[in-house]
T-cell receptor, first 111, second 114 residues
Framework: EDQVTQSPEALRLQEGESSSLNCSYT??????LFWYRQDPGKGPEFLFT???AGEEKEKERLKATLTKKESFLHITAPKPEDSATYLC????????????FGKGTSLLVTP | DTEVTQTPKHLVMGMTNKKSLKCEQH?????MYWYKQKAKKPPELMFV???????INESVPSRFSPECPNSSLLNLHLHALQPEDSALYLC?????????????FGQGTRLTVV
């Protein structure tokens, strides 16, 4: 059975304090791994898709990396506006079109 | 235009009411999805429409009835809901079925069943 586990569940950082969020997965044939950001009461906002081990993508203060077992979302010098829940989702080759989401990491960045 | 628009933003309905949620996108996407998200939980897939045809129904109760009138619109008809159906209902679209590119999500409809 496909599984997606995110850690930590919650993370509190001081502004400028870099850190990483983890998404570990087990899936029978990975088609893609997705990172989304979700603000309270809003729909998820797409950040990145990673397809193969070794791939990296960057956007502003965020950098996503992928290995065969896990993905990391690195946040460099975060700002309070980076506070949100970060969701990881996998799309398996045999799952049709579904995204299987992890439970998310709730990030709070304080000034 | 990279938006998925959902209406209404908030809905309160009684257990005997019939209501509909609407979703619209004009990106030419041919796959559209309904997800349900409970508080502090991840989104859970309900339905997938592929080229306006229902392709996946994740064992959703019949009190939820999806409809895809055309390639830009997706509806979710609600009837005889239970209080435990209260949640954020999210619509999403992607370029084509099985696409490994990103799915764009709408802002959701916050549904409360009383």
């Amino acid at each position: 059975e496909d599984q997606v586990t995110q850690s930590p569940e919650a993370l509190r950082l001081q502004e400028g304090e870099s850190s990483s969020l983890n998404c570990s997965y087990t899936v029978s044939g990975l088609r893609g791994l997705f990172w989304y950001r979700q603000d309270p009461g809003k729909g998820p906002e797409f950040l990145f898709t990673l397809y193969s081990a070794g791939e990296e993508k960057e956007k502003e203060r965020l950098k996503a990396t992928l290995t065969k077992k896990e993905s990391f979302l690195h946040i460099t010098a975060p700002k309070p506006e980076d506070s949100a829940t970060y969701l990881c989702a996998v799309q398996a080759e045999n799952s049709g079109y579904a995204l299987n989401f992890g439970k998310g990491t709730s990030l709070l960045v304080t000034p | 235009d990279t938006e998925v628009t959902q209406t209404p933003k908030h809905l309160v309905m009684g257990m005997t009411n019939k209501k509909s949620l609407k979703c619209e996108q004009h990106m030419g996407h041919r796959a559209m999805y309904w997800y349900k998200q409970k508080a502090k939980k991840p989104p859970e897939l309900m339905f997938v429409y592929s080229y306006e045809k229902l392709s996946i129904n994740e064992s959703v109760p019949s009190r939820f009835s999806p409809e895809c009138p055309n390639s830009s619109l997706l509806n979710l008809h609600l009837h005889a809901l239970q209080p435990e159906d209260s949640a954020l209902y999210l619509c999403a679209s992607s370029p084509y079925p099985g696409s490994d590119t990103e799915a764009f999500f709408g802002q959701g409809t916050r549904l409360t069943v009383v």
